[in-house]
């Protein structure tokens, strides 16, 4: 009865914590309405200069163009969640909430959950936006099949272990906006969700975002993407339990630092 109780009142700081940030984030819309303009105009320019071309030899179709939504979908969905951790923990240690926030029961790796789910919702959203845009501008269609949905949950997950460890270092370190910011443009280039050499990609392939990618592609194309997917599980379950861990280690530090209270 206590272990059910426990777990009830454990899904429930997680769903105040997804209802705040939600509410908060609606109640922000020019940040909202920027995102879809942002992503949009990226992603058609893409379409208009061919990128993705070269997936057509790759993966055996002439459809490039879903296959380039495919992964920009991906990117979209990590991208926000190593960005989303980050961005709140800057913020609570702007309004020194942070502190009082680390008596919570539960351990603020697991709290955030709730802050990540709102902003995957919100970039379902933004999302939905740009492939009605590009279906009618460029003629892309898509279907989310279970093995697609399924991917890009656990590819989320795993990026979060990476948002993480770039939590910690905004704990530690303080102002790292532009750190963030050169991890977006980064992934964007070494995943192969836009065309990347392949002595990068067989680098890269210990990032979920990549993984995932190959996931979304083979799926699409109707190959076997057995050996990839088991791949990203394995890859998204290592940044999870390594950012768990680094993320600790950092509030444990800043702790003996005496930081928490400070920005």
């Known amino acids: 009865m206590k272990q059910y109780m426990g777990r009830s009142r454990g899904m429930r700081i997680i769903y105040y914590e997804f209802k705040m940030d939600f509410l908060r984030t609606i109640r922000y819309k020019m940040g909202i309405v920027s995102d879809i303009v942002v992503f949009t105009i990226l992603l058609c320019f893409f379409y208009i200069s061919n990128t993705g071309a070269s997936f057509q030899k790759v993966y055996g179709t002439n459809n490039y163009k879903t296959l380039l939504l495919l992964g920009y979908i991906a990117w979209t969905l990590a991208v926000s969640a190593i960005s989303t951790i980050g961005n709140q ?111 990068i990609t067989n680098v890269s392939k210990i990032l979920p975002l990549t993984m995932c990618n190959t996931v979304l592609r083979l799926s699409f194309s109707n190959e076997n993407i057995y050996s990839s997917f088991v791949l990203l599980l394995l890859t998204s379950i290592f940044w999870f339990a390594l950012g768990y861990i680094v993320f600790g280690l950092f509030i444990k530090f800043s702790k003996k630092k005496g930081n928490l209270l400070l920005y």
């Open 89 to 199: 923990i800057t913020s609570e240690l702007q309004r020194g909430t942070l502190f009082f926030k680390l008596n919570c029961k539960l351990p603020l790796q697991i709290v955030y959950i709730g802050d990540l789910v709102s902003a995957s919702i919100i970039q379902l959203f933004i999302i939905f936006i740009y492939s009605i845009v590009t279906h009618f501008a460029f003629g892309v269609d898509y279907f989310v099949s279970p093995a697609v949905l399924v991917s890009l949950i656990i590819c989320t997950f795993g990026m979060y272990g990476i948002g993480l460890i770039v939590a910690g270092l905004s704990i530690y370190f303080k102002r790292i906006g532009s750190i963030i910011f050169l991890i977006q443009l980064f992934l964007l280039f070494v995943t192969n969700t836009v065309p990347t050499a392949s002595i």
